[in-house]
Every structure is written in C-alpha cells, then in structure tokens.
T-cell receptor, first 116, second 113 residues
C-alpha cells in the first residue's frame, strides 16, 4: 500500500508555455501533499504544502503565481508551472501523507521538466 | 532553520563490506527521521522511518539509529551488494502541520562487484 503516481514522467516544453503535473495517491487518502524540486546534484527542496480544499502554503522564495497548486481531492494534487522558462527545468517530485502519526511521506516517481 | 548534513558525500566500497552512512541535524526537536534511496533519474524509495521516541529501526540488511540529543542518525548496511548502489538521503520531519521534510544532500554509494 501507499503508492503515489505522477504524470507525466517527462515533459519538454517551449519557453513561455504552461505545464501541468499530476500527483495521485492510488491506494490511500492523502490529507496533505507536498511538492519538491531537485536540481542536478542537489537535494530535494520543499516548494509548497497543500491540504485538500485549502490554499497551498509556499516556501520562501517560491512564486505562488508561477507555481499553481490545486489539491482538489484527497487523492489528487496538481502543480502547474506557468510561463515556464529554462531556469524552471528541474526534477519535480510530489509526496503524499495520511493524517495522523507517524506522518510518513510517500513519494511519487518524479517528473523531469525541460524547458527549451 | 533546520539543516541536515550527510557524510560522506560519496563512498565506494567492495561488495560484501558492511558500511555506515551518517546524517546530522542542527535542531533536535524532530518528530521523525526517514532514510530514502534514490536511483539515478528516479524518485525516492523509503527505506526506514524512525520516530523521535525510537532509537533504531531494522529492515533486512538495513539498520537505522537515531540519537536526538546529539543530532545524529546512522544507516548501517550489512553485507553490501552491487544492487545497493544508489544515493541515500536522510530527511527529518519537525512536526509542524505545514512542514515538509528537510533533506540532506545525500551519500552517493557505489558497491564494486
């Protein structure tokens, strides 16, 4: 149990376009979902936290108008990168968490975004 | 702000050796600590989670320990195999409702056949 999927796994888009990434918890209800970004040879950095039905909480330095997060149900969160630029090229990974202890996070397989 | 450090950054050992990966964190007020494995270009595979009230967790050839007072965790891998080659990440959860995990930069492990 506790499987998280992401779609797409890879996407290449042109500068100025928008890209949507989906994160789904397949076999459990996720009260909270998280979005992380990983640049080459760097660790994962938290971008934002979303709770179902609420506005996302963004980390300092992350533009909320550029990275739109929607957590419409207990099994689905989406991240939309708007007006993408080459510097947005990165590996985006989502995670999902049930409510209650031990608050373990389950990670998706990641999405490789390349902006040309 | 919590900082997580992993030492060494890279490690290469012959197959069959036992090895220890280290993780340290600056704020001991953590709720739990997780160890993950990441293969190149892939997502994360959770290996072990240690809650703050626990001292260690074991899964197969893996054993993770936690010493909150000293701000340290170790991941012990017994009888290493080439398939263990990957990057190992530790991350802590501080317990805030909106908090994600704070990750270290990882230890890149290569097990030589």
């Amino acid at each position: 149990g506790a499987v998280v999927s992401q779609h797409p796994s890879r996407v290449i888009c042109k500068s100025g376009t928008s890209v949507k990434i989906e994160c789904r918890s397949l076999d459990f209800q996720a009260t909270t979902m998280f979005w992380y970004r990983q640049f080459p040879k760097q660790s994962l950095m938290l971008m934002a936290t979303s709770n179902e039905g609420s506005k996302a909480t963004y980390e300092q330095g992350v533009e909320k108008d550029k990275f739109l997060i929607n957590h419409a149900s207990l099994t689905l969160s989406t991240l939309t990168v708007t007006s993408a630029h080459p510097e947005d090229s990165s590996f985006y990974i989502c995670s999902a968490r049930r409510g209650g202890a031990p608050y373990e996070q389950y990670f998706g397989p990641g999405t490789r975004l390349t902006v040309t | 702000k919590q900082e997580v450090t992993q030492i060494p950054a890279a490690l290469s050992v012959p197959e069959g050796e036992n090895l220890v990966l280290n993780c340290s964190f600056t704020d001991s007020a953590i709720y739990n600590l997780q160890w993950f494995r990441q293969d190149p270009g892939k997502g994360l595979t959770s290996l072990l989670l240690i809650q703050s009230s626990q001292r260690e967790q074991t899964s197969g050839r893996l054993n993770a320990s936690l010493d909150k007072s000293s701000g340290r965790s170790t991941l012990y891998i017994a009888a290493s195999q080439p398939g263990d080659s990957a990057t190992y990440l530790c991350a802590d959860y501080s317990g805030g409702g909106a908090d994600g995990l704070t990750f270290g930069k990882g230890t890149h492990l290569i097990i030589q056949p």
